[in-house]
């Protein structure tokens, strides 16, 4: 089982929607998951905003990519890389310690991430 920020094992960070690289909930990573999608963050109106600006729209549904579309509340695996320019830009939004993945730690410091910590809700 692969751990999370906190040194435990890797919880789930949403199922509905059904997030992660693999698509199974869970912020894993592996060889193919170029974009390191390992940090469980709730969405924002303010970050979904950022990210459109950055050329990517996660609010629009793309089935083809068995993507539903994000609002704001929904819980989602974002490249680390997009969740530290958030940061950088003051619009990072709120993360999921026990489901965001130890290797986010490569990119950002576990402090910005606690500082960014929502509650825990257990049973996605």
Known sequence: MPTN???QDLRCCCHKPVTGFYRDGYCR??????????????MTPEFLAFS???????????????????????????????????????VAPPVRLSATHSSALEWVDLADLKAHAMDEHPGL
Not at 29 to 34: E, K, N, Y
Not at 71 to 89: F, M
Request: net charge negative.
């Open 5 to 7: 920020v906190l040194g």
């Open 52 to 90: 459109l600006r950055r050329g990517n729209d996660l609010s629009t549904p793309r089935p083809e990519w068995e993507f539903p579309g994000l609002q704001s509340g929904d819980c989602w695996c974002l490249c680390v890389s997009r969740w530290k320019e958030a940061l950088d830009a003051g």
């Open 29 to 42: 990573t592996g060889a193919g998951d170029t974009g390191l999608h390992t940090v469980c963050a709730e």
